[in-house]
Structures are given as C-alpha cells and as structure tokens.
C-alpha cells in the first residue's frame, strides 16, 4: 500500500512538471518562432556584450534564433504530448543546464538588460528569469530521471506524425514571419499606436532623461558629441544613439527621435503632429538594406509627392552610407537619423515601411510586401489602404493555434478510430 502511494505521488509530481515544461517551452518557443529576427538581435546583443560577435558569419545567428525557438517549441509540444519522450526530456534538461547557469551571470553581471527568453511577449529582468530557471531546473530533473512516468496522449505508431507536423509547422511559421512581418506584434509601435500618446508621461511622475549622441569620426579617431557640441563638417558622421542619463517613469515609447538630415533639427513633434498622412521608409542600416524593389519604393515617394504626403526616410547610417544609397537607387525623398534599436524595434523589415496619420500608425509593409500602383491609384483618404488596418492579437493568436491543432486533432481522432476498432475486433475474435 505504502508502495503504491508513493508511486501516485512520483507519478503526479513528475507530470506536473512535465506539464509546467511544456506550457513554457511551447510559449517560449511560439513567441520567438513569429518573431525571428528580434531573436536574431537579442542573440547579436550577447554576443556584442561577450565580445566575441566578430567570431560568428552574420547568418549564424539568425539560423541559431530559428534552430532554437523551433527546439524549444518542439519539446514543449513533445513533453505535452508525451511522444519522443527520451528525446524531449533530454533536450529539456539540456536547455536548462545552459540556460540556469547563464541567466546567473547575466543577473550578477547585467551585461544586457533582459535575457528575451520570452521575446517582447513578456520581458523579465535577469533576477527573475534566474529563479523562473531554477524552477524550470528542477522540473526538467524530475522529468528527465522519471520519463517513463509519463503517459501518453498517442500511440507509438504515430508519434513520428506528431513530431513531423510540429517540426514543420513550427519551421513554416518562423520563415513565414521572417520573409514577411511577424503576423503577433509584442512591441509599442504596433498597428493603432499613437506614437505621440507612447511618449506622454502621467501627471506628477518623474521622467526619464535621455541624450542624443552622435558618434563621428576624423582622422581614424572616433569621438561622441552632442546638439550641444556638434562638431563642424571636417568630421564624419558614423552613427546616433540614444543614451539613458537619468532614470524615471518610462513611456512606452520613449526613444522615438527624428534628426532631419539636411538641417539637424528635430521635426519629431512636426510629423507627429501632422493631421495628414505620411510614410516612413525604415531602414535601420541603409547599407544592409535589401534594394530589389527600389523601384516600388520610388515610386511611392512620387505618389506621396503628388497628393502632398510626407515621407521620410529613417536610418542610423552616416552620411556616406546614405550618398551610396542614394547614388545606387536614385533615391530623392529626404532622411532622418534616429537610433539604431528603436528602427529595429519599430519594424521587422529592413527596409519596412510605415503610413500614419497624426501620429497613428495605420499600416506597416514589409520590403516584400509594399503597396505598388495599382494600389496607389487615388488619394488615401478614398482608398482602403488609408485606412487603419485592424488587428486582434487574439484573433491572429486562435488562427495560427488551429493550423496547428486542427490536423493534430485530426490525426489523434484517426489514432483513437484505429484503436477502438482493434478492440472491437479483439473482443469478437473471443
């Protein structure tokens, strides 16, 4: 009796865990796999913060945000199901004793401000990614020791199409956000944001201070000015940035700054404030920039130059990365240096393109994705595509799951079908 309590007990334990390893690892998993490329530079982040990003060919990284967000999508899928469960459980244990270890030194050392274990999704300081690891640990212990424990949803002739399907799919998905743009957008300029009602801070709290700064380069040295100290034209520009001074209430948009080009000044607050339409052409490193349909962006910079909309080009690159672009592509519409992390931030496309109005963002396109003439045959505010393109996160969220769930339904009722009818046919050979 003593003996069988026990077992209950280890059983139960050790499928809570394996149930609590599963949600995370398909959340984990599922949020980073629509979003690739903001893995990709949560991964560059580290590397730059060790030092060692030289080591590494550019795609690696990338090919590493994908491998791992569908490893860990997979297990998580694997564990719930209880299919490949030596597979699983290993591949768990494993992730965790590198990831527990990691978490540790980023929390002691703080090298970048949040590990991105759950992407944009749900961000938690290093502190409390460590104890959510440990937790994580532990489970994956029990797991991996007790494996057999765990019982299955399907048989074992057809877990090998549960294991394919949630390779593909996961694979599929990844690839699908990456050509296009993320179809669950986690960060503050999604679609419908008022870029300017992001930056407002409540009545009565204190507000962060940030800097500008501009990295410039003369003579082989390169020095940071200011607005204050800008230097004169003798000095190359390299990059701009946005610096934190002092710590306070943060908006959720709280970096969003337009540098004209041509002047130096700062037309934020004049585009913002705009009552009619305006493009922003991001490309956060003009020079990285894919220019196969430079053509159709030109194209819509006429458009906008014809109904009298503005456009703008936004970029971290200098000056003589942006003479290059512009001498490669014929490029006429005007630019605007803002900092590198917030383009990234502000689109997963490089270049992307934004419309807004008074300082709502209406619609993003990614570069394969751009509205071309036969679209951009009236004014805006007699077409569809003037129009605030509406999105539900929860909505977008039910349709993914159900090509996900519905086939794996499917193939779990076949497997149910298949097995009852094995009883029957027992039953009626006795």
């Known amino acids: 009796m003593e003996t069988e309590r026990r077992h209950i007990i280890k059983l139960v334990w050790v499928n809570t865990c394996r149930f609590l390893l599963a949600a995370l690892f398909i959340f984990s998993g599922f949020v980073k796999a629509v979003d690739p490329l903001g893995s990709f530079y949560k991964i560059q982040d580290y590397l730059t913060a060790f030092g060692i990003i030289s080591w590494f060919p550019a795609y690696l990284p990338l090919l590493f945000a994908i491998v791992l967000s569908s490893a860990e999508f997979c297990v998580g899928v694997f564990l719930f199901f209880g299919v490949r469960r030596k597979i699983a459980s290993t591949l768990a244990l494993l992730l965790m004793s590198v990831m527990t270890p990691l978490t540790l030194y980023l929390a002691l050392a703080n090298p970048v401000s949040d590990c991105g ?7 938690l300081t290093n ?3 460590f104890g959510k690891n440990i937790v994580l640990l532990v489970a994956a212990i029990a797991v991996f020791r007790d494996r057999k424990l765990m019982f299955r949803f399907v048989t074992l002739k057809i877990e090998w199409m549960v294991s394919l399907y949630t390779l593909l799919f996961v694979f599929a998905l990844s690839f699908y956000c990456l050509e296009y743009l993320p179809v669950l957008d986690f960060r503050p300029y999604k679609i419908g944001t008022n870029i300017k009602a992001g930056m407002e801070i409540p009545e009565g709290a204190k507000p ?9 380069e003369k003579d082989g040295r390169r020095q940071e000015f200011t607005l204050d100290n800008y230097p004169d034209s003798t000095w190359t520009f390299v990059e701009t940035r946005t610096v934190l001074k ?18 130096g000044e700062d037309i934020t607050d004049s585009v913002l404030s705009d009552k009619g339409y305006a ?3 991001v490309a956060h490193r003009i020079e990285e920039a894919d220019d196969s349909n430079i053509d159709l962006i030109n194209e819509i910079y006429d458009y906008s130059a014809e109904y ?10 200098p000056d003589e990365e942006i003479g290059m672009w512009r001498e490669r592509t014929g490029a006429e519409y005007p630019f605007c240096q803002m900092d590198d992390i917030t383009l990234k931030t502000i689109i997963r496309s490089n270049p992307g393109l934004l419309l807004i109005k008074d300082g709502t963002i209406l619609n993003k396109w990614s570069d394969n994705q751009l509205p071309d003439e036969y679209v951009l045959n009236d004014s805006l ?4 595509l003037g129009q605030q393109k509406q999105e539900n996160n929860l909505h977008t969220i039910g349709y993914v799951l159900l090509w996900f769930i519905v086939p794996l339904t499917l193939v779990i009722g076949v497997d149910i079908l298949v097995i009852k009818r094995r009883e029957r046919k027992s039953k009626e050979r006795q």
Request: charged share 20%; glycine share 10%.
């Open 117 to 123: 274990c759950f992407g944009d999704a749900w961000v």
């Open 127 to 129: 502190w409390q990614t």
């Open 208 to 216: 962060s201070v940030f800097e500008s700064r501009f990295v410039l």
């Open 246 to 263: 002092e710590k306070g209430y943060e908006p959720p948009i709280h970096d969003f700054s337009m540098i004209s080009l041509g002047t």
């Open 279 to 281: 493009f922003l052409l």
């Open 308 to 317: 009298g909309y503005g456009f703008y080009a936004l970029t971290s690159s």
């Open 381 to 384: 505010d007699k077409l569809e």
